[in-house]
């Protein structure tokens, strides 16, 4: 975790399922220093998903994608845990999320409030059809994104309906 060309990078991952994963676990390969950050009432979704490790019980898409990160339980929706995440914020180069448009900033840190704690942070913020525009508020889902774009209509057999690629190719992509 503490080789590579990105070994002096600190990042915080407000992530979930596989697109905001996926982008800090790429950065960790790479020697960033990432902390995903979980909700403590459940954690990500995806320790849940795909075939189990026999060692632990852990689904293979976890291992994946929490590979090289340090994990941390805490609700940043209570004073408490604001203030852990303003410390947090104020020593990292990058802040992963991946939430639909408003969430952060319904919790009053959004981005201008980030970047009064770090004006050098630098921000990802994946959503599934932009922060703005006429679609922001559509709930968003990988294999909503695939046919929107054309994929799965690209997948398939030419005399049949369009079908899903078989990975989340939206997630892995947008990741």
């Known amino acids: 975790m503490s080789q590579g060309p990105l070994k002096n990078m600190s990042i915080i991952e407000l992530g979930h399922v596989i697109a905001g994963p996926l982008a800090a676990t790429l ?4 020697g960033a220093k990432v902390i995903k950050v979980e909700n403590p009432r459940g954690g990500d979704m995806m320790r849940d998903l ?3 490790a026999q060692d632990d019980g852990l689904g293979g898409w976890w291992k994946t994608l929490a590979r090289n990160k340090r994990i941390l339980a805490l609700n940043w929706k209570t004073p408490g845990g604001r203030a852990i995440l ?8 990058v802040l992963i999320e991946i939430f639909r448009p408003g969430v952060l900033e319904r919790a009053d840190i959004g981005p201008d409030v980030l970047h009064r704690w ?9 959503s599934g059809y932009g922060q703005d525009g ?3 508020k559509t709930p968003a ?4 994104a695939e046919a929107m774009s ?5 997948t398939g057999y030419p005399d049949g309906p369009p079908m899903h690629p078989g990975f989340p190719a939206a997630d ?3 990741g």
């Open 118 to 126: 770090n004006p050098n942070l630098i921000s990802l913020r994946i």
């Open 134 to 136: 006429p679609m922001k």
């Open 27 to 30: 950065l960790a390969d790479f």
């Open 172 to 174: 892995s992509t947008s």
């Open 50 to 52: 795909g075939p189990k």
């Open 141 to 144: 889902f990988g294999r909503a």
């Open 86 to 93: 303003r410390r947090m914020v104020e020593a990292s180069d």
């Open 150 to 154: 054309g994929l799965a209509h690209l």
